[in-house]
């Protein structure tokens, strides 16, 4: 049963509607769905929406630690209600991924990304589900961090739009139903 849904992101206006801040996004809209909104929560390190789901709690998680320390908040929300690693989905950008496509796991190491190497040494455990949203392929040549940092090209934007609405109904079919029924729905999934 998931109890929390850590976004991952960089805090400030100047990384909104970056491809680094999908996470953010996704929970974002998520919150908008279940009609609550995010408030700072300084001893987490996040700013968080509480909300009740099928009658169960749900956090929505947003670390203001900024990526490479998102473990921080990710172990102080799970501390602070007592949720164990398999309680948590942690949604984040995948350049390996192509924009639109979506890939569930329920458990597995950091691939590469630092806010999420950062939450595995937090928690001490690769065993919690991660929702990777694709924002790639990134250009032959450009660097990572200038690709990730960029806010995303007008003509990309329907495919964006899409491919957040489309993880946030799997980040809901995970929540509803598991991780396993989502990864069948969803790993297979394109935009069209």
């Known amino acids: 049963m998931i109890r929390i849904v850590a976004g991952l992101g960089n805090p400030g206006a100047a990384y909104r509607r970056t491809r680094?801040?999908?996470g953010f996004d996704v929970v974002e809209r998520l919150a908008e769905t279940l009609g609550v909104e995010f408030r700072p929560k300084p001893r987490w390190f996040a700013e968080v929406a509480e909300a009740?789901?099928?009658?169960?709690?749900?956090?929505?998680v947003k670390p203001l630690t900024y990526m490479n320390d998102s473990g921080k908040a990710v172990?102080?929300?799970r501390?602070?209600?007592?949720a164990k690693p398999p309680e948590i989905l942690v949604v984040?950008?995948?350049?390996?991924?192509?924009t639109g496509r979506l890939r569930l796991r329920e458990k597995g190491g950091a691939g590469g990304h630092n806010g999420m190497r950062s939450i595995l040494a937090s928690l001490g455990s690769e065993d919690f589900p991660?929702?990777?949203v694709g924002v790639g392929p990134r250009p032959p040549g450009e660097d990572l961090a200038n690709y990730v940092l960029n806010k995303w090209p007008p003509d990309a934007q329907c495919t964006v739009s899409a491919a957040l609405g489309m993880a946030v109904e799997a980040v809901r079919v995970a929540i509803d139903q598991g991780i396993g029924v989502?990864?069948?729905r969803f790993n297979s999934a394109t935009i069209s």
């Open 20 to 22: 680094h801040n999908v």
């Open 52 to 60: 009740r789901h099928e009658g169960r709690a749900l956090l929505l």
């Open 75 to 77: 172990a102080a929300a």
């Open 79 to 82: 501390q602070s209600i007592g």
């Open 92 to 98: 984040f950008d995948d350049v390996d991924l192509d």
């Open 130 to 132: 991660r929702l990777r």
């Open 182 to 184: 989502a990864m069948n």
